[in-house]
């Protein structure tokens, strides 16, 4: 077996089983064949990430987590799942009923349909859409819909007011993340998810030409990842569902079974847009050097995914949760300003000639800024330098 | 029925619910909603014919209905922003009741 | 083709036909965005994928949103109570009547002149260069007018500053 079966061994058998059926039935099989992984690995992966979660934060706050269910609380989600599944189904009497309904599908549903765009090997993409990253941006903001519908249907004070935050949250931060995509675009020339990472498939000796590596790259990376952690309004941006806040916001009314839907639409939107940070920014399924190429694509991708949850998880167990205005400043003050000025400088980086004065400049071009901004946006505000006193 | 007489009559269609309801909705809101209906419509009618019409390769179907999507959607920030503001001003939303230009 | 476009065509016309009838205004503004992705369909029939993709974006994710805030500001998440229809709606629905015979019988009487044509092949390059190149002076005028939009709606919509005595 060369690497490249290995590679294509996905592929490579979806065209046997199809090659054994009528020419008819092949269109429906092989969107079923290729439907179908994604239906399974997706969620066994979010099983996986709330126990890694638990444990990972456990370990930050100096605790063990969850460690009695399987061999070292790895069980952890089949227990999850008995107990969501088999919890009662109360709905408030003054629920709206088919929006209550409706609300977790259209959520699971938004958050499974933006894998269709995402190429998770070579040649391993369920469709190849010319205008892919507008698919992808497309479904998102189905999500805010139904994040209303779930908050507005409950009736409850908690749930609306949760609802609006969520929403204006979701569409404060929906701006910086389509403007970060905005420049790997203009640089690639394509809306497509697979020509943007054939494109950073290649290879300069032993560096790869992956997006990440280029200044505006990288401030567009961190630009994204921040605006990808508020949109699936997770920690330090989970105001609107904060358990000590507001109490589950949105979600309060919802028990059993479709709270776990609502946790996985959040946590499946979390992947999916880590997904898409890997695709435009960090390579999709390329390896890191020229001469790792020989481990299979679908490795890669896996792989760095799950270094972005990890990332995702530390940086939850460590930031405090930001308050409702200072989260819309930094949107709408800091972040929209960033992105414009990343466009700008992704577009200095390709009329000047390569070299070390390219660099430097776009890297002037963003760090000052970047400094600027943040100094100016503290001005108005009296902040000391902060003291600690512990209680003896 | 061809083709394009089928898509054009369903934007005729479209066209005259958006226009029964903001001629006769009482919240001014639906009202907006309606407008964007009729908008709605005339963009499929547009799309239509840049399908089977004479000359798909010039676009022009398409960039009239991207630019008639941008439109439509800032018209419906401003159109909310004034009904807001008459919200605050008379505490309604009731197009019959603003049946005066008196303040 | 045919019965995929009746299914969409039913999908739209009962969404926007709720829409402009439901009681509640949230209810109605839920089935637009249902009649509002049938259309977004119709266009991915009809070929058209980044107007169809671009229609979900604006008017699901920003238009229908921004309806919902609306309506949450000016009556709360109370039920209505009072009529929904005002006073001259039988004017109304006539209006709308005779203009749909109008524009149907214009249809229906119009000479048939097409050839069966080949689904043309769009991709977003083309759309992107015809809107620097072609379309350049719309497009600068659209940002001009958006940015007015923009200024225009925060003005409104801010509270009015209280006078201190």
Known sequence: ?392 | MSPLNGYLLLSALLFSIGLAGALTRRNAILVLIGIELMLNAANLNFIAFWRYGPNPAALTGIMFTIFSITIAAAEAAVGLGIILAVYRHTRSTDLDQMSSMKG | MNLIFFILATLTIVGTAAAMSLRSAIHCILALTIGLVGLAALYLLLGAQFVGFTQILVYVGAVAILAVFAIMMTQGASAPTQPILSSSWLTGVSVAVAVFAVLAWAIHASASTQTAQPQPEVSVNQIGAALMHRFGLPLEIMGLLLTAALIGAVILAMPEKKETL
């Not at chain 1, 989260?327 to 390709?350: D, E, Q, R």
């Open chain 1, 1 to 392: 077996m060369t690497p490249d079966t290995i590679d294509q061994i996905f592929v490579i058998s979806k065209h046997l089983l199809l090659g054994y059926l009528p020419s008819s039935l092949q269109p429906v099989v092989s969107a079923i064949l290729s439907v179908v992984p994604v239906l399974v690995v997706f969620p066994l992966l979010f099983a996986i990430t709330t126990v890694l979660e638990r444990k990972g934060l456990g370990r930050i706050q100096n605790r063990y987590g969850p460690n009695r269910v399987g061999p070292f609380g790895f069980s952890q989600p089949i227990a999850d799942g008995i107990k969501s599944l088999t919890k009662e189904d109360i709905i408030p009497r003054n629920a709206d009923q088919v929006v209550h309904f409706l609300a977790p599908l259209l959520l699971v549903l938004a958050a499974f349909l933006a894998y269709a765009v995402l190429p998770i090997g070579r040649n391993m993409v369920i469709t190849n859409l010319n205008a892919g990253v507008l698919f992808f941006f497309a479904i998102g903001s189905m999500v805010e819909l139904a994040v209303f519908m779930a908050g507005w249907s409950s009736r409850s004070k908690y749930s609306l007011l949760g609802a609006m935050r969520a929403v204006a949250q979701m569409i404060s931060y929906e701006i910086p993340l389509v403007l970060a995509s905005i420049v790997i675009i203009m640089v690639s020339g394509s809306l497509s998810t697979v020509d943007i990472v054939n494109l950073q498939a290649g290879y300069t000796s032993i560096w790869p030409h992956w997006f990440v590596f280029t200044p505006w790259g990288f401030a567009g990376f961190l630009l994204f990842m921040v605006a990808a952690t508020a949109e699936s309004n997770r920690s330090p941006f989970d105001l609107p569902e904060g358990e000590s806040e507001i109490i589950a916001g949105y979600y309060i009314e919802y028990s059993g079974f479709k709270f776990a839907l609502f946790f996985l639409g959040e946590y499946l939107g979390m992947f999916a847009t880590s997904g898409l940070a890997i695709t435009l920014f960090l390579g999709g399924w390329a390896a890191p050097f020229s001469f790792l190429t020989w481990i299979p694509s679908y490795f890669w991708f896996f792989a760095k995914l799950l270094v972005l949850i990890a990332v995702f998880i530390w940086i939850r167990g460590t930031f405090p949760r930001l308050r409702m205005d200072q989260l819309m400043n930094l949107a709408w003050k800091f972040m929209l300003p960033m992105s414009l000025l990343n466009i700008v400088t992704a577009g200095v980086w390709h009329f000047m000639p390569a070299g070390i004065v390219r660099w430097l400049v776009c890297i002037a071009l963003l760090v000052a800024p970047c400094l600027l901004l943040s100094r100016l946006l503290k001005q108005g505000k009296k902040l000391q330098v902060r003291t600690y006193r512990f209680a003896e």
